[in-house]
């Protein structure tokens, strides 16, 4: 029997994490067991399972002020919990509700270009996903690639391409983070970007649409490398998002990609590449990035 759209993701879930952190075992494989102990590391303060998990990406991190009756918990705080060591990520999960959804946030996240493995990575989205979300919203600050896009649009993402050169699903296989051969032919959900279409044209938020390139980083792209990028079909360009996509996915969760437009990429007019104004392009649309995530998660 067919499964609907909006079961996919419980359905594919591996039996393990349906349970979430109150019945997994810390016998089982690494990755899931160093899960597990830091799910257990902060299930006093755990009192709803999520069903939403937020990343907040380079100067988004205000959109945690969504969250009422919200609880902090520093990553030094969760065990095995991987700390941002770039500024503009906070390193703080935060528990809540946004309207009657709850909710749990990242606010800021680990990069590859850190030093950090592509395990620790995906952990934060692994971890929220085990405490209970099955819909991950993923944020990012990132470079217009599309000659149409301007500081401060928000993109919807259709599609990405890893170019990082790292898969978080590489290794020793562990079943309970999902099957070894996952499909990534949907890994944006369609149904929740409609829906985040349809709310940003009641709210008056403009929103551009494209197919995200992650890279490694941390320097930026050359002006050659932009038109390669553009040449394989992307429209933005960052250092992040990819590899916590396909994590989610192949833990079954849906996904929603949403990218903050910070400056235009190298060889473009106007390209400014700099990170204390990416940070500032981003704090600047963090009100129509609050907006459009309240109503969406509402």
């Given amino acids: 029997m067919a499964v609907p759209v909006a079961d996919r993701a419980r359905a594919w879930r591996p039996r393990a994490l349906a349970t979430s952190l109150w019945g997994v075992s810390t016998q089982s494989s690494s990755e899931h067991a160093r899960l597990a102990r830091a799910a257990r590391s902060i299930a006093a303060q755990v ?12 100067g988004l991190g205000s959109c945690g002020e969504l969250l009422r009756d919200a609880r902090s918990i520093d990553y030094a705080q969760i065990d095995g919990m991987p700390r941002p060591r770039v500024e503009g990520h906070a390193g703080r999960l935060l528990l809540g509700r946004i309207g009657e959804t709850p909710v749990v946030a990242m606010q800021g996240r680990v990069h590859l270009y850190e030093g950090h493995s592509p395990a620790d990575v995906v952990f934060g989205v692994r971890l929220m996903i085990t405490l209970g979300a099955s819909t991950i919203v993923l944020t990012n600050a990132c470079g217009g690639i599309d000659a149409g896009f301007r500081p401060g649009d928000l993109m919807l993402v259709l599609d990405h391409i890893n170019l990082t050169g790292r898969n978080p699903l590489c290794g020793v296989h562990e079943p309970e983070l999902g099957p070894r051969f996952p ?36 320097s930026y792209e050359t002006p050659a490398e932009i038109a390669m990028l553009r040449t394989l079909g992307a429209h933005a360009v960052g250092m992040s998002t990819v590899l916590e996509a396909v994590a989610a996915r192949a833990m079954g969760a849906r996904c929603l990609g949403l990218a903050c437009i910070t400056n235009r990429a190298a060889g473009l007019p106007g390209a400014i590449l700099d990170h204390a104004e990416v940070q500032a392009v981003a704090a600047a649309s963090a009100t129509h990035t609050k907006k459009l995530l309240a109503a969406l998660l509402r």
């Fill in 47 to 58: 009192t709803t399972p999520p069903r939403v998990g937020l990343v907040l990406g380079s």
């Fill in 183 to 218: 499909a990534m032919g949907d890994v944006y959900d369609g149904e929740l970007r409609a829906q985040a279409e349809r709310l940003g044209g009641e709210l008056g938020i403009k929103l551009v649409a494209g197919v995200y390139a992650g890279v490694l980083g941390p």
